[in-house]
């Protein structure tokens, strides 16, 4: 199981599913879930050092771990809406 990462950054709101998932299967936490049914965007505390490692390519997930986060993350949005 995977351990989650200590609360180091801001909260940050996130609308690409990709990003989110990789933050969430890295073990940033995921605060919460806003925006109304059209556009939704996680909240995540998580630095901004994390979500630039994810467009540079430095940090590496498990390919499960990102599946999972993924469908998570579909499904709290299908309960949001």
């Known amino acids: 199981?995977?351990?989650?990462?200590?609360?180091?950054?801001?909260?940050?709101p996130i609308s690409?599913?990709?990003l989110a998932s990789y933050l969430l299967a890295s073990g940033y936490g995921l605060i919460?879930?806003?925006?109304?049914?059209?556009?939704l965007e996680?909240?995540?505390?998580?630095?901004?050092?994390?979500?630039l490692?994810?467009?540079r390519g430095?940090?590496?997930v498990?390919?499960?771990a990102l599946l999972d986060a993924q469908r998570n993350l579909l499904g709290l949005a299908k309960q949001k809406r």
Do not use: C, H, N, W
């Open 1 to 12: 199981m995977k351990t989650m990462k200590p609360a180091v950054g801001s909260q940050i």
């Open 16 to 18: 690409d599913l990709p």
């Open 32 to 39: 919460g879930l806003r925006g109304d049914g059209l556009r």
């Open 42 to 51: 996680f909240v995540f505390e998580a630095p901004k050092e994390a979500i």
């Open 53 to 55: 490692g994810f467009y």
């Open 58 to 60: 430095e940090d590496l």
């Open 62 to 64: 498990s390919a499960r």
